[in-house]
């Protein structure tokens, strides 16, 4: 960070905040005569530490103090003063690193494709990991649940780092159930909420659930991970994250490492780094096949606009057409998209409604094959 942007964070940061920052990581306030300024102070093994800091930004030299305490914040815990300014520029967050390892991404980048790829999987492992908590199933037919897309939506993509590539997503704290809205805690909230947290929750379960799959295959006990019940389930859909996180390199290693907010350590019993060799995937895809239940339907009325037509240009010998219906199913908020092959006339009416913009509704079943789905036997009308 240069010294000019360095001293605009400076001048941006609540004093208020930079107290909240030391109460909550182990500073002890002092008291002395001065009611507008504040001392605090830590030992840290051997080692004393001290800050003074200004209550008022009517001081004349507040920025050169205020860059005093964040230096010794940064003695204290043994890292950079830029690191401690982005931490003071971001509300409390646990940070999750997924780091790709193979012969392609040692200079530290990685293809443009692969990345955004590696993004989506690991969206993938902390919504479905969200999942998991909020509503413990063997498999989700639809990671449509509120609580766990608000959680990623507090979610955000932080720098990338060296070390073949690493990309690095933010956790910030909330506090979130299955029904409420999420709220996002602050420097101001006490070390405990931190530590009970929704996010907290996440994370810890994303840890463990990484080192007790792995265990349980170096000791070839899969089924210990089939077998679990309630809320210790591991679902297929975790499963297949970790497999798309590292299916695309046959020399590929994936390492999924922790790193706990400055405001609630966690227990060393907590893994804080697991890495998975491309010799897992077979695994991984065994467990699904036992885990994830046959496909069998949702008979259902869906409820849409269609965002695609396909069918024989030639209407003369034309019998059926392709359309894509985009739409809501249950209490998702995400759009769900699925094909649909429809006769002749109902066809001809899609169009129509897809030139217009009109809403349609489909009863039929919906089906998941692969990565897409299909709505068989459909009864198509408009709205």
């Given at each position: 960070?240069?010294?000019?942007?360095?001293?605009?964070?400076?001048?941006?940061?609540?004093?208020?905040?930079?107290?909240?920052?030391l109460?909550?990581?182990?500073?002890?306030?002092?008291?002395?005569?001065?009611?507008?300024?504040?001392?605090f102070?830590?030992?840290?093994?051997?080692?004393?530490?001290e800050?003074?800091?200004?209550?008022?930004?009517?001081?004349?030299?507040y920025?050169?103090?205020?860059l005093?305490?964040?230096?010794?914040?940064?003695?204290?815990?043994?890292?950079?003063?830029?690191?401690?300014?982005?931490d003071?520029?971001?509300?409390p967050?646990?940070l999750?690193?997924?780091?790709?390892?193979?012969?392609?991404?040692?200079?530290?980048?990685?293809s443009?494709?692969?990345?955004?790829?590696l993004?989506?999987?690991?969206?993938k492992?902390?919504?479905?990991?969200?999942?998991?908590?909020?509503?413990?199933?063997?498999?989700?037919?639809?990671?449509?649940?509120?609580?766990?897309?608000?959680?990623?939506?507090q979610?955000?993509?932080?720098?990338?780092?060296?070390?073949?590539?690493?990309?690095?997503v933010?956790?910030?704290f909330?506090?979130q159930?299955?029904?409420?809205?999420?709220?996002?805690l602050?420097?101001?909230?006490?070390?405990?909420?931190?530590?009970?947290s929704?996010?907290?929750?996440v994370t810890?379960?994303?840890?463990?659930?990484?080192?007790?799959?792995?265990t349980?295959?170096?000791?070839?006990?899969?089924?210990?991970?089939?077998?679990?019940?309630?809320d210790?389930?591991?679902?297929?859909?975790?499963?297949?994250?970790?497999?798309?996180?590292?299916?695309?390199?046959?020399?590929?290693?994936?390492?999924?490492?922790?790193?706990?907010?400055?405001?609630?350590?966690?227990?060393?019993?907590?893994?804080?780094?697991i890495?998975?060799?491309?010799?897992?995937?077979?695994?991984?895809?065994?467990?699904?096949?036992?885990?994830k239940?046959?496909?069998?339907?949702?008979?259902?009325?869906?409820?849409?606009?269609?965002?695609?037509?396909?069918?024989?240009?030639?209407?003369?010998?034309?019998?059926?057409?392709?359309?894509?219906?985009?739409?809501?199913?249950?209490?998702?908020?995400?759009?769900s998209?699925a094909r649909?092959?429809?006769?002749?006339?109902?066809?001809?009416?899609?169009?129509?409604?897809?030139?217009?913009?009109?809403?349609?509704?489909?009863k039929?079943?919906?089906?998941?094959?692969?990565r897409?789905k299909?709505?068989?036997?459909?009864?198509?009308?408009?709205v």
């Amino acid at each position: 960070m240069m010294k000019n942007e360095m001293y605009k964070t400076i001048q941006s940061l609540k004093f208020t905040a930079l107290q909240a920052y030391l109460r909550n990581t182990g500073w002890v306030r002092i008291v002395v005569p001065k009611p507008s300024i504040a001392l605090f102070q830590k030992t840290v093994d051997n080692d004393f530490y001290e800050v003074l800091l200004p209550l008022s930004k009517h001081f004349a030299d507040y920025t050169e103090r205020i860059l005093e305490v964040v230096e010794g914040i940064a003695a204290s815990e043994q890292r950079a003063v830029h690191q401690i300014l982005t931490d003071l520029s971001l509300p409390p967050s646990d940070l999750v690193r997924f780091r790709v390892i193979n012969p392609e991404t040692w200079s530290g980048t990685i293809s443009f494709l692969d990345g955004f790829r590696l993004l989506e999987s690991a969206k993938k492992a902390l919504f479905t990991t969200a999942c998991d908590i909020l509503q413990p199933e063997k498999y989700h037919k639809r990671l449509g649940l509120k609580g766990a897309q608000q959680f990623i939506e507090q979610c955000r993509l932080g720098q990338t780092e060296k070390g073949s590539f690493v990309a690095s997503v933010l956790c910030p704290f909330v506090n979130q159930t299955l029904d409420e809205q999420a709220m996002q805690l602050s420097f101001f909230d006490d070390p405990i909420d931190f530590k009970n947290s929704f996010t907290r929750q996440v994370t810890v379960r994303l840890m463990q659930a990484l080192a007790q799959v792995k265990t349980a295959i170096d000791n070839g006990e899969e089924n210990r991970i089939i077998d679990l019940e309630g809320d210790k389930i591991i679902s297929a859909n975790f499963l297949e994250s970790i497999v798309e996180l590292n299916w695309w390199h046959e020399q590929n290693e994936v390492e999924i490492g922790m790193s706990w907010s400055q405001f609630a350590p966690e227990s060393a019993l907590i893994p804080r780094k697991i890495r998975l060799s491309n010799d897992y995937i077979p695994v991984f895809e065994k467990m699904i096949h036992k885990i994830k239940p046959k496909e069998v339907g949702l008979d259902d009325i869906f409820i849409g606009r269609i965002s695609q037509v396909k069918a024989d240009p030639d209407p003369n010998t034309r019998t059926d057409g392709e359309i894509i219906l985009n739409y809501f199913l249950g209490e998702e908020e995400k759009v769900s998209k699925a094909r649909v092959i429809l006769e002749k006339e109902a066809y001809r009416k899609a169009c129509e409604a897809h030139q217009t913009g009109q809403t349609v509704r489909i009863k039929g079943k919906l089906l998941t094959i692969g990565r897409s789905k299909m709505i068989e036997n459909p009864s198509f009308e408009i709205v």
